[in-house]
């Protein structure tokens, strides 16, 4: 009965063209406006347990499902309405029902922090991040600065523009590799030479997935693209289509260059924890750490360089100076942890005892701990201007 009174009420005249451009302004205005919110149920609490404040609430708007690795602020709203961070939501203790709330950025654990009725809005470091990214993106192509300067144009209805055709021979003895059907290889070989987008639609189970795999194959192995970006709603999805992809590759003896991309390794399936970008990212640290010492052996045998000063700098520049900027760092802060700088400290003298060097280095000494690394650099050149081995600047020119 209501569809068909709607029909009866739809206008005769055909409704107006969507402004495309309008149209991506505005949603991408709106998802800017959203925010994750909810009303305290009634006046937190400090578990002096976890050291936390938790208040029961009520989620209003959006989800809390964040990435472990995420930072995820607290703010709530004043009686003029003003939005105050508050801490941090601690991830691992909070539930949709309960927010648990790292008290640091307040300080004193004694205070009713938040009390019932009052407003909290949770706001994801990852999704500020994203979102900003996105927005980016939709202005540059929205300005026409994008890798396909007319993109929109494609979805306005106003604009009398069709695709464009490639000039390609399809490669039909690879394509029987694939295993499509006849709809299939009628749809692939119109979205392989269609530009600047095609559009592939099917119902669960018609294939879309062995689709997918075919394409982004064939579109690598043939040169059709140097870069494929394969992209989905869910990581389930992109999953399945990935392992189809490195199957194909398998299958007809390829390799492909292959990076998974995503916030927690737990969101992939065991095929692709190889080439998790974190992972691989990693593996090339790793390589380059590995072949390190011989890199800048090569640069002190050109210098004219002992070996033993190659050494002392390795240790100088990849020991000695990431423990001084942590000492730096924490020098500059109002609240200084003097404990802590003191036991860096002696971790740095600890570090230099086999050179024995580093036994007078004391925090009440230094005005500036900045002057660490300076200090320690020209005791260790002092010590092999004596031997022999080095010159200032030679020394400086490997450093």
């Known amino acids: 009965a209501i569809a068909e009174e709607s029909e009866q009420e739809r206008p005769a005249s055909p409704a107006a063209p969507v402004d495309v451009p309008m149209l991506w302004r505005n949603l991408i205005d709106v998802e800017n406006e959203l925010k994750i919110e909810g009303v305290a149920a009634g006046d937190s609490y400090f578990d002096r347990r976890d050291n936390r404040h938790k208040v029961v609430m009520t989620l209003e708007q959006g989800v809390l499902d964040f990435s472990r690795n995420d930072t995820v602020a607290v703010q709530k709203q004043d009686q003029r309405g003003q939005w105050r961070r508050i801490g941090e939501l601690d991830l691992r203790l909070s539930r949709p029902e309960l927010a648990v709330i790292d008290p640091t950025d307040v300080g004193s654990t004694h205070l009713k922090l938040i009390e019932e009725g009052q407003r909290l809005r949770f706001i994801s470091h990852f999704e500020v991040q994203s979102l900003r990214r996105r927005t980016d993106a939709v202005d540059r192509i929205l300005a026409g600065e994008g890798r396909s300067q007319n993109l929109f144009s494609v979805f306005d209805s106003r604009i009398e523009i069709g695709p464009a055709q490639t000039d390609h021979d399809l490669d039909h003895d690879q394509l029987s590799l694939y295993g499509l059907n006849d709809d299939q290889k009628k749809a692939f070989e119109l979205l392989s030479v269609t530009r600047p987008m095609g559009i592939l639609q099917g119902p669960p189970g018609t294939g879309k997935t062995r689709f997918i795999a075919a394409l982004v194959h064939y579109a690598i192995t043939k040169g059709l693209a140097r870069n494929v ?74 210098l004219g360089v002992d070996p033993a000063v190659v050494e002392d700098v390795e240790l100088l520049e990849l020991t000695i100076r990431p423990i001084v900027a942590k000492i730096v760092e924490l020098s500059e802060l109002v609240d200084r942890d003097e404990a802590r700088i003191a036991g860096l400290i002696d971790t740095v003298k600890a570090r230099l005892a086999p050179l024995g060097l580093g036994e007078n280095l004391s925090l009440a000494d230094l005005d500036e701990p900045a ?24 020394f400086e020119r490997l450093r």
């Open 371 to 394: 002057t660490i690394l300076h200090d320690i650099a020209e005791q260790i050149v002092g010590r092999h201007m004596r031997a022999g081995s080095v010159t200032p600047d030679r």
């Open 229 to 302: 970006l394969l992209a989905s709603q869910s990581h389930e999805a992109v999953n399945t289509a990935a392992e189809s992809v490195l199957t194909l590759f398998r299958k007809t003896g390829g390799s492909p260059s292959l990076l998974r991309v995503a916030m927690d390794e737990e969101l992939l399936s065991q095929p692709l924890k190889p080439y998790y970008a974190a992972r691989v990212e990693q593996a090339y640290k790793d390589r380059f750490r590995a072949a390190f010492g011989e890199r800048i052996s090569l640069a002190g045998s050109a």
